[in-house]
């Protein structure tokens, strides 16, 4: 089974909750787990709100990109905005960091990705936006061994 799809929607927040339910949706042919869905869902929360807090600075007159590949029980979701970029990705990607301690942001966006996801993959540069690559197998489910 190999499959993929590619949307871009406007940058506000309404929009995060979109994004988990259309990527949810796209993994339905590959039978993920209750747990491997809320986790796909939740690091889609994750790099979703990044790009609207940090790469547009909750300015919704953007648009984000949001592609997928299914490859038999393998997914890879690429998340990119166009945005102010990151000056540090190694700093940004530390637990507890946050460029924005005045909205109270946790700073556990990119170490929950990477806890749930089996590669996290975090190209930025200033000025050009941020591009998040995320990928994971699932347990091998009813309709592939079929």
Known sequence: MNNHMQLSFKSTSENEAFARVVVASFLAPVDPTLEEIAEVKTVVSEAVTNAIIHGYEQANDFDIYLSCELNDH????????FGIGMNNVDEAIQPLYTSKPELERSGMGFTIMENFMDHVIVE????NGTKVILEKTFQKSRSIQQ
Not at 74 to 81: A, N, R
Not at 124 to 127: P, R, V
């Open 74 to 81: 393998q997914i890879k979701i690429i998340i990119e905005d």
């Open 124 to 127: 930025s540069s200033l000025g």
